[in-house]
């Protein structure tokens, strides 16, 4: 079984994430952010990860830095899950319709963080939460996976549906990435580590 557990501890928040790669997208997911806590539902059931997060914070201040420390610890303990990626597909990328909006999530757990995030619209809010915190989740993630990582929404309307588009096509992207490939012999790398 493939694991992560992690645990995040600062000034602002308190954040317990544990992660099984090889589940069927059972989850238990509590956070000071109920927006982030249904996004994270929908992330574990569509990627098939079993997903446990505990996270508090200082919400009464700014929803920011509970919502990039839950992309943090979530990438942390995805990176951890995975080991030496040994047997992986390594990429993965999902074009994900929702009503009217259209969104892409390609992925390369290459051990190289990279971050792209087009086509959202800026200096809105929805459920209170001004929409761009969802950049700086997926930046965090990215960043503490360590992987190259492309969000694209193609065209779209409701910011719901972008917002929900985005963690199902990810999370769909990252199922395919993280697959054990029996034609994969050790690492997928030319260099023998990623």
């Known amino acids: 079984m493939r694991e992560g557990i992690v645990e995040r501890k600062t000034s602002e928040t308190s954040v317990y994430v544990r992660i099984n790669l090889d589940g069927s997208g059972n989850y238990s997911v509590k956070t000071d952010v109920p927006f982030l806590t249904h996004m994270l539902e929908l992330f574990s059931r569509h990627s098939l990860f079993d997903l446990e997060v505990v996270a508090t914070g200082d919400v009464e201040v700014d929803h920011h830095h509970l919502i990039e420390d839950v992309g943090i610890t979530l990438g942390t303990a995805l990176e951890k899950a995975l080991r030496d990626k040994r047997g992986i597909n390594r ?9 009217e909006t259209l969104i892409s999530a390609a992925i390369d757990l290459s051990g190289r963080p990279y971050f792209v ?21 997926w930046k965090s993630f990215s960043h503490s996976l360590k ?11 409701n910011l719901h549906h972008m917002a929900e588009g985005t963690f199902k096509a990810v999370a769909r992207a990252l199922r395919v990435a993280v697959a054990i490939d029996d034609r994969v012999n050790g690492i997928p790398s030319t260099k023998g580590k990623l």
């Open 117 to 137: 995030y087009r086509g959202f619209p800026e200096f809105k809010t929805l459920m209170g939460i001004e929409f761009d915190l969802l950049r700086e989740f």
């Open 91 to 99: 990429y993965g990328f999902f074009t994900l319709p929702m009503d």
């Open 147 to 157: 992987c190259n990582l492309h969000i694209n929404c193609h065209y779209g309307l």
